[in-house]
């Protein structure tokens, strides 16, 4: 078995001692009940995460060869500079047709 699995189970098992510690407890404690109780939510929470953590890994590489992971590089920066170009031009277009109105108006008023 692995850190991660033992260390698992020794918090599953500290949570089940402080559940029979609860259940020996009368109905006069309700505090150290839910002190408790929100301790072992604590350390159930912390184990999950950190278990989550576990098994995270970082990204591996796609590429074995550098200078095909620097072509599709300038592939992918190219394709982005194209339609930035072409929004440029949709945003230039609509600036001319608002301003015709604004000559209008500016015409009537004059």
Same mark, same amino acid.
């Not at 850190?3 to 698992?8: A, E, G, L, V």
């Not at 999950?48 to 300038?74: C, K, L, N």
């Not at 500079?81 to 015409?107: C, Q, T, W, Y």
């Given at each position: 078995?692995?850190?991660?699995?033992? $260390? !698992?189970?020794? @918090?599953?098992?500290?949570?089940?001692?402080?559940?029979?510690?609860?259940?020996?407890?009368?109905?006069? $404690?309700?505090?150290?009940?839910? =002190?408790?109780? #929100?301790?072992?939510?604590?350390?159930?929470?912390?184990?999950?995460?950190? !278990?989550?953590?576990?098994?995270?890994?970082? *990204?591996?590489?796609? !590429?074995? /060869? *550098?200078?095909?992971?620097?072509?599709?590089?300038?592939?992918?920066?190219?394709?982005? !500079?194209?339609?930035?170009?072409? @929004?440029?031009? =949709?945003?230039?277009?609509? #600036? $001319?047709?608002? /301003?015709?109105?604004?000559?209008?108006?500016?015409?009537?008023?004059?």
């Amino acid at each position: 078995m692995n850190k991660t699995h033992n $260390d !698992f189970e020794a @918090s599953l098992e500290t949570m089940l001692d402080g559940m029979n510690a609860v259940e020996k407890m009368g109905r006069e $404690d309700r505090k150290a009940r839910a =002190l408790v109780l #929100g301790s072992l939510s604590a350390v159930c929470m912390f184990v999950a995460i950190g !278990f989550g953590y576990s098994r995270w890994s970082a *990204p591996e590489d796609t !590429f074995t /060869d *550098p200078e095909m992971a620097y072509a599709q590089v300038e592939q992918s920066l190219e394709e982005i !500079f194209v339609r930035m170009s072409k @929004s440029n031009e =949709l945003v230039r277009e609509a #600036g $001319d047709k608002l /301003d015709k109105p604004k000559e209008m108006i500016e015409k009537m008023i004059r």
